[in-house]
């Protein structure tokens, strides 16, 4: 009898400067259990680590995105969480922080868990026929991954509480006049898609766009008017206007040439 490797819960590829994590449980529409929460946060963590990846995009195999958490195992007693990590919390991602920019890249079915995921991401590229939407209320639960808190941020409240109340989805369209939504992707092509605009970012100076992610994040709830972002905002100019990426940029510009980024 011939033994059987099974596959890895999640892949890793880089093309270029951009990383990809695959979900990659396509028979179960890629619920989220341990295995995979490990794979993907070890996958994260191996993005981080190398200066080549200036952009991260997350996408499922199969039909599917990500239906959330395997329910199965749930019922079996299995931890969900990743090995030795639940810091990094729902699928290794939910609560992993990256610092650089991370790109949900919604191929199919997103609902509950999966919709956390995109809420996790910095940007979303959405498949056309794909929905968005936070049913666990319907099942007894509440969305628990960081649905109820992120949801508010990212639209208008009084659309946040209608999704997490009612546990209605809503289509690709309308997350993307909600500002939920980057890019609404032809049926299909939500990784090509999503890669043209990792493409787009790992083309820019990784130091500048590294500081310019976690500024906004840093700042994403400070008045504009008071030290406390000021303060964060003169600590970043300090990385940033003295690296050597930004006596490259304007060299460059006067030289006609595209830039040659060192990220420091």
């Known amino acids: 009898m011939t033994e059987t490797t099974p596959e890895p819960a999640a892949l890793y590829e880089r093309r270029g400067n951009v990383a990809i994590i695959t979900l990659n449980r396509p028979r179960a529409l890629n619920a989220v259990n341990g295995a995979l929460s490990t794979a993907v946060g070890n996958h994260l963590e191996q993005a981080n680590a ?15 995105f990500c239906a959330g958490a395997d329910l199965k195992a749930l019922a079996a007693g299995e931890n969900t969480f990743a090995e030795g990590h639940p810091e990094w919390g729902f699928a290794g991602y939910a609560q992993h922080w990256s610092a650089k920019p991370t790109i949900a890249a919604v191929n199919g079915f997103a609902l509950g868990g999966g919709t956390e995921l995109v809420l996790a991401s910095d940007l979303a590229v959405v498949d056309e026929e794909a929905k968005l939407g936070l049913p666990e209320v319907k099942r007894g639960l509440f969305a628990a991954a960081g649905g109820v808190i992120r949801m508010q941020q990212q639209i208008p409240r009084k659309v946040a509480l209608e999704l997490a109340l009612t546990g209605e989805p809503i289509t690709a369209a309308q997350g993307k006049e909600l500002g939920l939504v980057n890019r609404v992707a032809p049926a299909g092509t939500a990784l090509e898609v999503a890669l043209e605009l990792a493409e787009t970012i790992a083309a820019n100076a990784p130091l500048a766009v590294r500081e310019s992610k976690a500024m906004i994040h840093r700042t994403a709830n400070s008045p504009d008017w008071e030290a ?27 030289e006609k040439r595209q830039p040659v980024w060192q990220g420091r």
Do not use: L, Q
Not at 50 to 64: L, S
């Open 228 to 254: 406390e972002a000021w303060n964060a905002n003169r600590t970043a100019m300090k990385v940033v206007f003295t690296s050597e990426d930004a006596k490259e940029g304007p060299r460059a510009f006067a």
């Open 50 to 64: 190398d200066d080549e990846v200036r952009a991260v995009v997350i996408t499922g195999a199969g039909r599917a």
